[in-house]
């Protein structure tokens, strides 16, 4: 089975591309089988890593970054692929 994790930030106002810079030297426990970062308007990053693993299981994640570097918690969401097309 193929599971996403997704980790959303919103950094604050006018360091986008630093909160971008920190998400991608971030290093996890595990290498995931794919991981892809965008960016939105208002500062927001998006992190999506691929794995193949359970639903439930134990995954490394991106952690919370600095208080001063977002605005919110980070929005975490796990899906599992259900197939394409």
């Known amino acids: 089975m193929t599971v996403a994790l997704m ?3 919103r950094a604050a106002e006018g360091r986008g591309e630093e ?4 998400a991608r030297e971030q290093r996890l426990a ?17 992190v999506i890593t ?7 299981a134990e995954l ?3 952690p919370e970054p600095d208080g001063e570097l ?10 599992e692929s259900v197939g394409t097309g």
């Open 7 to 9: 980790w959303e930030a």
């Open 19 to 22: 909160l971008l810079a920190w």
């Open 30 to 46: 595990a290498q995931p089988l794919r991981r892809e970062f965008f960016r939105a308007p208002q500062d927001r990053v998006l």
């Open 50 to 56: 691929w794995w193949d693993a359970a639903h439930d």
């Open 60 to 62: 490394p994640e991106l």
């Open 70 to 79: 977002v605005i919110r918690a980070v929005h975490r969401w796990r899906f």
